[in-house]
């Protein structure tokens, strides 16, 4: 599920959306450190979240910021994590409700931060989204069991825990964005996994075999552990910044 073995031009045939989100965070980062090419300090002025601005009418800030980065390991990280946890969905989701789900949680993770931060405060990054993701696939591990399998439900919990507890314990973190992200990942994902058998049609093509012990009970192989490693190695890079 999380495994990607396509090639470069599989994998952004298979993935469009996933492949477009990631070439926008690239090239954003590039004209930002490219000053001669165009001006980087204007698009930290105009795209930004700024709360401040915001309720000033420049509500163009709720959606700007999820492709805006403060740094290379920023977009990296944060870009890194949607390749690893993003085609998985937008093969399951299709790619319209792929992408209203990553706008609809990394805007709703914005509007939690303009209601619950100061006027002052100021965001830039895609990690809500990104949580919105993990809201999605928990939604899957704890209503749909039926599409995923119990392996990658070990990975899903783990990263999950330990992205919710990083969050409060990192400094420099939009925790509303995180948590909000978060639940309505959850919220939307259980809404758009009721699809049931079309779902599950779709998840056949990304999903893989159960790994049980001889009990029957789950069990952690080598293969499950270096994938939970992976992503909590994600998660902590896009936790670096906000």
Same mark, same amino acid.
């Given at each position: =599920?999380?495994?990607?073995?396509?090639? $470069?031009?599989?994998?952004?045939? /298979?993935?469009?959306? &996933?492949?477009?989100?990631?070439?926008?965070?690239?090239?954003?980062?590039?004209?930002?450190?490219?000053?001669?090419?165009?001006?980087?300090?204007?698009?930290? !002025?105009?795209?930004?979240?700024?709360?401040? /601005? @915001?309720?000033?009418? !420049?509500?163009?800030?709720?959606?700007?910021?999820?492709?805006?980065?403060?740094?290379?390991?920023?977009?990296? #990280?944060?870009?890194?994590?949607?390749?690893? #946890?993003?085609?998985?969905?937008?093969?399951?989701?299709?790619?319209?409700?792929?992408?209203?789900?990553?706008?609809?949680? *990394?805007?709703?993770?914005?509007?939690?931060?303009?209601?619950?931060?100061?006027?002052?405060?100021?965001?830039?990054?895609?990690?809500?989204? @990104?949580?919105?993701? $993990?809201?999605? /696939?928990?939604? =899957? &591990?704890?209503?749909?069991?039926?599409?995923?399998?119990?392996?990658?439900?070990?990975? %899903?919990?783990?990263?999950?825990?330990? *992205?919710? %507890? =990083?969050? #409060?314990?990192?400094?420099?973190?939009? @925790?509303?964005?995180?948590?909000?992200?978060? @639940?309505?990942?959850?919220?939307?994902?259980? #809404?758009?996994?009721?699809? *049931?058998? !079309?779902?599950?049609?779709?998840?056949?093509? &990304?999903?893989?075999?159960?790994?049980?012990?001889?009990? *029957?009970?789950?069990?952690?192989?080598?293969?499950?552990?270096?994938?939970?490693?992976?992503?909590?190695?994600?998660?902590?890079?896009?936790?670096?910044?906000?």
């Amino acid at each position: =599920m999380f495994v990607r073995t396509e090639s $470069f031009k599989e994998f952004i045939r /298979y993935y469009p959306v &996933v492949s477009f989100i990631v070439f926008l965070h690239i090239l954003i980062y590039l004209l930002t450190v490219l000053p001669a090419i165009f001006p980087s300090k204007w698009i930290f !002025e105009t795209f930004m979240g700024v709360n401040l /601005y @915001i309720v000033q009418g !420049e509500y163009w800030r709720l959606v700007t910021p999820i492709f805006l980065h403060s740094g290379f390991p920023h977009m990296l #990280f944060n870009s890194f994590s949607l390749v690893l #946890f993003g085609p998985a969905l937008e093969r399951i989701l299709g790619k319209p409700r792929f992408i209203t789900l990553y706008l609809g949680t *990394g805007i709703i993770a914005n509007v939690a931060t303009l209601i619950l931060e100061p006027l002052t405060f100021t965001h830039v990054g895609s990690s809500g989204a @990104i949580f919105g993701l $993990f809201g999605v /696939y928990l939604a =899957m &591990v704890l209503l749909r069991k039926d599409l995923i399998t119990r392996e990658n439900s070990q990975v %899903i919990l783990t990263i999950a825990v330990v *992205g919710v %507890i =990083m969050t #409060f314990v990192q400094s420099n973190i939009n @925790i509303a964005a995180h948590i909000f992200g978060l @639940i309505s990942g959850f919220l939307l994902g259980a #809404f758009q996994l009721g699809r *049931g058998r !079309e779902l599950a049609d779709s998840f056949k093509n &990304v999903s893989y075999r159960r790994t049980r012990s001889s009990s *029957g009970r789950p069990s952690f192989s080598s293969k499950t552990l270096i994938w939970i490693a992976i992503g909590v190695l994600a998660v902590l890079g896009l936790l670096g910044r906000f």
